[in-house]
């Protein structure tokens, strides 16, 4: 059965500092990876997807994630963190042998941004 | 183009009683998942509906249940609420053969009292 790990309940940055946000999962087969934000009572938007193209996968606002094989993650980065990035994010896990894809989600990381 | 809209957005329930919620996915979308989102917690995958049959569940009672119309809207009932059943539930779309990823909607924010 795939799972999500998140390293950090919380994570702290200063306005335009770098914004690192660690995911490990693991999965029987070639994932499918995403990572989405969670804005305060409201429901998730998707930042990003990994299935199995790029390694490298470029989402909005500026996020980018690294899928890294060897190493089972996809950290989500942002080169320069802003006051609207606060929010609660969760990196997910799916495996799409079939049609049906169930999506498992890690136990998110609040980030701050302090200015 | 209308994203996934759920209602109610809140409500309040008393231990015991049932609740329905709906969900309308995202045009085009033909697959609804629910989730249930505890307070300071990711989201947990309750089940999925596609072609209006229920096709993954997750770990959760038979308590849950849940149907989907011709349409693709989806509805999630609970039985004899519990006070562990208050969180935020979530309502997912997605199209299989399309645009992989989930379309949420705002959820449904229940509290059994």
């Known amino acids: 059965a795939q799972s999500v790990t998140q390293l950090g309940s919380h994570v702290s940055v200063s306005e335009g500092a770098l914004v690192l946000l660690r995911c490990n999962y693991s999965?029987?087969?070639?994932?499918?990876l995403f990572w989405y934000v969670q804005y305060p009572n409201q429901g998730l938007q998707l930042l990003l997807k990994?299935?199995?193209?790029?390694?490298l996968v470029k989402g909005i606002n500026g996020f980018e994630a690294e899928f890294k094989k060897s190493e089972t993650s996809f950290h989500l980065t942002k080169p320069s963190a802003h006051m609207s990035d606060a929010a609660e994010y969760f990196c997910?896990?799916?495996?799409?042998?079939?049609?049906?894809?169930?999506?498992?989600f890690g136990p998110g990381t609040s980030l701050s941004v302090i200015p | 183009d209308a994203g996934v809209t759920q209602s109610p957005t809140h409500l309040i329930k008393t231990r015991g009683q049932q609740v329905t919620l709906r969900c309308s996915p995202k045009?085009?979308?033909?697959?609804v998942s629910w989730y249930q989102q505890a307070l300071g917690q990711g989201p947990q995958f309750i089940f999925q509906y596609y072609e209006e049959e229920e096709r993954q569940r997750g770990n959760f009672p038979d308590r849950f249940s849940g149907h989907q119309y011709p349409n693709y809207s989806s509805e999630l009932n609970v039985n004899a609420l519990l006070l562990g059943d208050s969180a935020l539930y979530l309502c997912?779309?997605?199209?299989?053969?399309?645009?992989?990823?989930?379309?949420f909607g705002s959820g449904t924010r229940l509290t059994v009292v």
């Open positions: 997910a896990v799916s495996e799409r042998i079939t049609s049906y894809d169930k999506v498992i």
């Open positions: 999965s029987s087969v070639p994932p499918y």
């Open positions: 045009s085009g979308h033909d697959t």
């Open positions: 997912a779309s997605s199209f299989p053969q399309g645009d992989y990823g989930y379309t």
């Open positions: 990994y299935t199995s193209a790029a390694t």
